[in-house]
C-alpha cells in the first residue's frame, strides 16, 4: 500500500512529455515556502491505495503519454515510501512507460538506493547550495541531497538539477555560485530548471490554520530570474526557467 495525496492526469510541469503525476504523502523537509504543506505529514488526509490501483490507472494513461511522457512519482516526498515504491516502479517500466521521481534527495537507505537505481529520470530538488542557509530554509541539512547528487554522477544516472529562486533565501548571488562550484562539472544532469517562487499553496496554510512563514516574500521580478538563469548558464550548459 502506498499512501497517495493526489493525482494530475496531464502534467507538463514534472518532466518531460505529458505525465500522469502522483502526489505521495510524507516528507522529511519543512519547506518555509512548501507549496503542499498538506503533503508534509505521514498520513494526513491521504488515502492508502494499493500498487495494483495505481498500475490500472498508470496503464490506461498509456495512449496519452506519447514518446516522451510518462509518470512522475512526486509528494511529499517520494523516496519517503521508497520501499513500497520499487516494486511499482517496476511493474510500470516493465510496461514500457517512462518514469521520474521527483525528490530533494534527503532521504538513504537500500530502499531508495535501489528506486534510484529503477527510474528513468530523477528530478533533483536542491533547496540551497549553502548547508546552513538550508536549514533555516527548509529545517534540515543539505548534505544528503549532495551526496544523493554525487551518487547519481557515481552512477551514471541522468538527472535534472531543480532550484526554487526564493528572494532573500535562496537567490543570493555567492549561494548561486556554490551550487554552481558543487555540481557543475556533473556529466548527469541533463539540465537545470530554475523555478520562481510563487505563493500558489498560501491559502493552504490559512485552511490548516498555520501560519506562513513566508509572508511578505514577493515573487520573482523577471529582472531577478534572468540574473539567476545567467549565473547559472555560467556553470550548467543547459538552463531553463520552468
Ligand atoms: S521537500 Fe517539497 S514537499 Fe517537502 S516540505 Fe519541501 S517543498 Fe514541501
Not at 82 to 88: D, T
Not at 106 to 117: Q, R
Not at 130 to 143: D, F, P, Q, V
Not at 189 to 216: D, F, N, S, W
Request: hydrophobic share 35%; aromatic share 10%.
Amino acid at each position: 500500500m502506498l499512501r497517495v495525496h493526489s493525482y494530475e492526469s496531464m502534467g507538463t510541469f514534472d518532466g518531460p512529455g505529458l505525465r500522469f503525476v502522483v502526489f505521495l504523502q510524507g516528507c522529511n523537509f519543512r519547506c518555509l515556502y512548501c507549496a503542499n504543506p498538506d503533503t508534509i505529514d505521514a498520513e494526513g488526509e491521504s488515502k492508502p491505495t494499493s500498487e495494483y490501483d495505481i498500475l490500472k490507472q498508470v496503464t490506461d494513461m498509456k495512449p496519452f503519454f506519447g514518446k516522451r511522457g510518462g509518470v512522475t512519482f512526486s509528494g511529499g516526498e517520494p523516496t519517503f515510501q521508497a520501499a513500497a515504491l520499487v516494486p511499482l516502479v517496476k511493474a510500470i517500466r516493465e510496461q514500457g512507460i517512462h518514469v521520474c521521481i521527483d525528490s530533494n534527495g534527503g532521504i538513504w537507505n537500500p530502499a531508495v538506493e535501489e528506486l534510484l537505481k529503477e527510474v528513468d529520470l530523477v528530478l533533483l530538488d536542491v533547496k540551497q547550495a549553502n548547508c546552513s542557509r538550508h536549514e533555516s530554509l527548509t529545517g534540515r541539512s543539505n548534505a544528503q541531497t549532495l551526496r544523493t547528487a554525487e551518487w547519481l554522477e557515481q552512477n551514471g544516472k541522468s538527472f535534472w538539477l531543480r532550484y526554487v529562486l526564493v528572494p532573500g533565501y535562496s537567490d543570493m548571488e555567492e549561494d548561486i555560485r556554490l551550487l554552481g562550484e558543487k555540481l557543475g562539472g556533473y556529466k548527469m544532469i541533463e539540465r537545470v530548471e530554475l523555478l520562481p517562487y510563487h505563493t500558489l499553496g498560501v491559502h493552504k496554510y490559512e485552511a490548516m490554520g498555520q501560519e506562513y512563514m513566508l509572508k511578505g516574500v514577493k515573487e520573482n521580478t523577471p529582472e531577478q530570474i534572468d540574473r539567476a538563469a545567467d549565473l547559472l548558464k555560467e556553470y550548467f550548459p543547459l538552463v531553463v526557467v520552468n
